[in-house]
């Protein structure tokens, strides 16, 4: 597993080639990522996957997509469902994806996804998804025998996302890792039985940040459908919401401001506080000595505040310009399937598909 150390980044450079208009240099290792529209990206987002997005940009070959194939995993509102697919898409350009330098799609515009996941479902055990943790969390939600199969084979698409583009690494929250650990048994079994067909692939999965936690059960990971939006910090948080929030995040009465496994809550707001702004953990606990929580929380809510609001400006001025967004989706669909297009045919070859 790759963890995120700047001297680990594979830069290959040979020359720049150009193609359908974003410039690549070949050679350069490829990356995959991507986030569903089931509601308004979190913080966790930034953390866990955007923060580093603009810094793959410049070192890898890069595709991110609006993950909505597996978002209809779960019930979707249709209206809710197209706004926040553009609203996701606005949220990527505001956070630094840049068109010209990666693509950057609508999963559901490229159906070699689809395709490739229903060729990847031949080659899966059932035994293996039902260990699926992340199945087991989401279908408990469900009445027993009412969860989608989709939901079920969730991990086989996200193996087709990572394979089509032929990923050298996915960056990932940690909560993930299983998922990827599935991709690679398949890739294992499936090059056994045709020759090397498909691409290995490598997590990398940040040391820190990885898993930013629900702000009123710091057990559990934030997530964008939580049914208590005060255990999130959403994109379309207001800055008072989000001073709010933070204040409201549960902690304990130690008071003391330190990374302590035994004290989830303060634990998880040092970890955000360090990442967001580049400091040791250490750095920030001696920073926060003698310090009660009140203080600690009003600047870790400045940082928030000052991160999300210029992302904020940004997607708005982009939602406000339907005509870019439509044509955009639409360049990079279309570069996007011819891209893929020819390795989706050599591994329906290597299978034997007329
Ligand atoms: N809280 C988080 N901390 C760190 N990373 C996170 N990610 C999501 N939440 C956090 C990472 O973002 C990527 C894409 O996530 P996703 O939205 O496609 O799926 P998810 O992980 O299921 O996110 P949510 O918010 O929990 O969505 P819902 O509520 O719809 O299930 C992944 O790499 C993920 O790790």
New binding site residues.
């Given amino acids: 597993m790759f963890h995120l150390d700047e001297k680990q980044l594979y830069l290959s450079f040979w020359r720049v080639v150009t193609y359908a208009g974003i410039h690549y240099t070949q050679g350069m290792k490829s990356l995959v ?4 529209p ?2 308004v ?5 930034i ?4 923060k580093n997005w603009r810094h793959y940009q410049e070192s890898y070959r890069c595709h991110f997509f609006i ?1 909505d194939l ?2 209809i995993t ?1 019930q979707q509102d249709p209206a809710v469902l197209r706004a926040n697919s553009l609203k996701l898409l606005a949220f990527f350009l505001a956070s630094g994806v840049d068109p010209k330098k990666s693509s950057v799609t609508i999963q559901s515009h490229v159906p070699q996804h689809a395709e490739l996941s229903w060729l990847l479902s031949c080659f899966t055990h059932l035994g293996e998804l039902s260990r699926m943790t ?1 199945f087991k969390d ?1 279908s408990a939600s469900h009445s027993t025998k009412a969860e989608p199969f989709g939901l079920f084979a969730y991990p086989v698409l996200m193996a087709a996302d990572i394979l089509l583009h032929e990923a050298d690494f996915v ?6 890792k299983q998922h990827i650990e599935l991709t690679r048994d398949l890739v294992i079994r499936f090059n056994h039985r045709y020759g090397e067909v498909l691409k290995m692939p490598e997590p990398i999965i940040p040391e820190f ?6 702000l009123q059960d710091p057990t559990k ?6 049914s208590n939006a005060q255990g ?1 910090i959403s994109i379309d948080d207001a800055p008072e919401v989000i001073v709010k929030k933070i204040k409201k995040a549960v902690t304990d009465s130690v008071g003391v401001v330190a990374y302590d496994n035994e004290r989830p809550g303060i634990s998880s707001l040092v970890e955000m506080y360090s990442v967001l702004t580049d400091q040791s953990v250490d750095a920030v606990e001696v920073a926060y000595q003698g310090v009660g929580y009140g203080k600690f929380k009003k600047d870790l809510a400045d940082v928030l505040v000052s991160i999300i609001e210029p992302i904020q400006i940004e997607m708005k001025r982009l939602l406000g310009d339907e005509d870019y967004l439509d044509s955009l989706m639409s360049a990079q669909s279309r570069l996007v399937i011819s891209r893929t297009a020819p390795y989706l045919r050599k591994i329906k070859d290597a299978i034997g598909l007329l």
């Fill in positions: 990522s991507g986030i569903q089931s509601g990206p979190t913080i966790g987002h953390l866990g996957t955007v993950a597996h978002a779960v992340q989401k960056p990932v929250g940690a909560d993930q940040g990885a898993r930013v936690r629900s990971k934030m997530s964008k459908s939580d999130y």
